[in-house]
């Protein structure tokens, strides 16, 4: 089959999000903005001391910016946990003063559902971001951001974003109203992206179809995106040996295998404050002859640093689908082993 009929095929997949993006984020927007301005002061408002951010392997990441922005903009307590070491762990700040938002877009996740079941047992208010409303987590959860569409991490990703922000707005930072208003108008970049990065990516994506082993890496507000690319899609979808690390720590020991391996490396670069050391880690990794592919924010003019994840998501998934196809994987919904039950048990559970 040609190249261009698989990636028509491909447009209709699940994983490749990126042609609905701008049109569903919109309608998102519309849809939950005023429930989520009343979730923000429904918690300013009342007594409650806590936030714990829960999900699994690509919604964890989605959640990964609520912390972030609340940490950067608040002094309210909130923590990021993978679902297993939530339930395992078992958070002492954890109780009825305590909501727990809880991502999954099957809505049946095994370790989700079980952090939300173990916060429902500590009455702690849970909020599930799931696509659909009549999932088991749908059915479950105290409240429920029901999303209606296959934009698995952008729309997750933006309700995090216009509930922290929101939240940062009530502790005077005028900075969040610029973010809301920027993330506002990135439906109509995010359509005018799919078609533009297409032919880019193909190219990208050609050059690095004989690489079988590669680093993802990404600081900031990009860490969330650049794991879930390096740590689930690239390898998940391509097949092939991939890894994620934060950029700024690969000078702590990992840069000493160059001296004997060359993988290929994609980076992730900001135009926030990360910027200077994930230009001089690029440097270091292109001097030692390494493959590199950067997909840099400050390509995308007039958006705010902080709505990187938003900017790259289109670009990388253009790569990711154009490298899947190449490599002779033709379907981008078949999996080996994930949604199969050979991983996830319990009654309702249907991932991983």
Known sequence: MEMESLVSKAVESTLFTAPILGKDLQRFIEDKSKLIQELANEFMTGNFKHIFWVGAGNSWMNLYSGKYLLDKFTNINNDLYNSFDFVTREPYRLNEKSWVFLASFSGGTEDTIEGLRYAKSKGAKTIAIVNKKDSLMGK???????????????????????????????????????????????????????????????????????????????????????????????????????????????????????????????????????????????KIVENQGCKLLVFDVKDYPN???????????????????????????????????????????GKGVTWP
């Open 140 to 282: 479950e959860a105290d409240i429920v951001i029901d999303y209606n569409s296959k934009a698995l991490y952008i729309l997750p990703l933006a309700f995090v974003y216009l509930f922290a922000l929101e939240i940062a707005k009530s502790y005077n930072q005028s900075e969040a109203i610029k973010i809301i208003n920027n993330l506002n108008s990135l439906p109509k970049f995010l359509e005018d992206q799919f078609t533009n990065e297409k032919d880019k990516a193909k190219n990208l994506a050609n050059k690095f179809l004989n690489e079988d082993t590669i680093f993802t890496m990404g600081s900031g507000p990009l860490y969330g995106i650049a794991y879930k690319f390096g740590l689930t899609v690239f390898m998940e979808n391509m097949r092939i040996m991939t890894s994620f690390m934060d950029t700024t720590e690969f000078r702590h020991g990992p840069a000493e295998m160059l001296e004997r391996h060359k993988p290929a490396f994609v980076i992730l670069k900001g135009t926030d404050s990360t910027r200077d050391l994930v230009e001089r880690v690029s």
């Open 303 to 345: 958006v705010h640093p902080l709505l990187a994840p938003f900017v790259l998501m289109i670009p990388l998934q253009w790569f990711a689908v154009y490298s899947s196809l190449m490599r002779g994987i033709t379907d981008l919904d078949e999996r080996v082993l994930m949604g199969r039950g050979v991983m996830g048990k």
